[in-house]
């Protein structure tokens, strides 16, 4: 079976490890911070096999060559081609959608290429779990520093049509202010405003949020539901000096994201 543990770093970045019980060697994702790594493998008196790194940002990558020195320099890093990462040592094209193997684990692993955050964002599929770094978080999306709306959005669509009983393992622990802003332009949401109970007293005991589903995603996240009739009257509203007559999903998806971006 396949588990999937987080490691805490930084503010709210989550690490996740993925373990095929009975194997002790691991992979993590996206390790920003090595030595948080390096604690948790000892405490468990686990290996690390391996590296999946979606985007080039620091926060995401820092630790990767530090564990690479930690692991004798035998780890397989996994990431995309296209994107100036130190230490990659299998470096995948993600437009040719490739599917591999890992050694330890059973699961094959699908790679889609999810551009927006940055130019070569990919995100990983393993089994029904989807390892989505910065492009999908829970009730938002990653901030656009190197991509267009459209292709955000055209990731974010890629996504939403997986199985929605995915389990979505983004990269950061931003689900209660996400929250907050998806409930100022969807006010009215009864799904929304359920979750965002939940994740208020989750967050208390200091549980994670994370992982969410797609169909949760799909019900209350707004970057999924730019054509949501409130979330379409709101964005007018907010935006009431444009002109608005022909307010299509990619136009309300970008005044949503410059919204977000302010609020
Ligand atoms: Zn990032
Ligand atoms: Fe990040």
């Known amino acids: 079976m396949l588990t999937i543990t987080a490691i805490k770093a930084f503010n709210d970045n989550y690490i996740w490890v993925l373990q095929q019980q009975p194997h002790t060697q691991v992979y993590v994702v996206d390790p ?38 930690y692991s004798h320099n035998r780890l397989r890093v996994y990431g995309p081609d296209n994107e100036k990462i130190e230490g990659i040592t299998h470096p995948l094209h993600a437009k040719a959608k490739p599917r591999f193997t890992l050694e330890y684990l059973s699961a094959e692993l699908q790679v889609l290429d999810v551009p927006g955050h940055t130019a070569g964002h990919i995100a990983y599929v393993v089994e029904d779990a989807l390892f989505c770094g910065d492009t999908l978080f829970s009730g938002g999306c990653g901030r656009l520093f190197e991509g267009t709306p459209a292709q955000m959005l055209d990731s974010l669509q890629q996504l939403a049509k997986l199985p929605a009983d995915t389990r979505v393992y983004c990269a950061h622990e931003y689900t209660l202010s996400n929250l907050k802003f998806a409930l100022a332009v969807n006010p009215n949401n009864r799904a929304l405003q359920d979750y965002n109970e939940r994740a208020i007293q989750l967050r208390r005991q200091n549980k994670a949020t994370i992982p969410s589903t797609l169909a949760l995603e799909r019900a209350i996240n707004p970057f999924l539901r730019a054509s949501d009739t409130e979330i379409v009257d709101s964005i007018k509203q907010h935006f009431s000096d444009l002109n608005h007559a022909n307010l299509d999903e990619l136009s309300g998806f970008t005044l949503l994201r410059q919204w977000k971006d302010n609020f």
């Open 32 to 69: 920003g911070d090595a030595s948080v790594v390096i604690d948790y493998l000892q405490a468990n008196q686990l290996t690390l096999a391996g590296i999946l790194l979606t985007h080039h940002h620091n926060d995401h990558t820092g630790g990767v060559a530090a564990l690479q020195t």
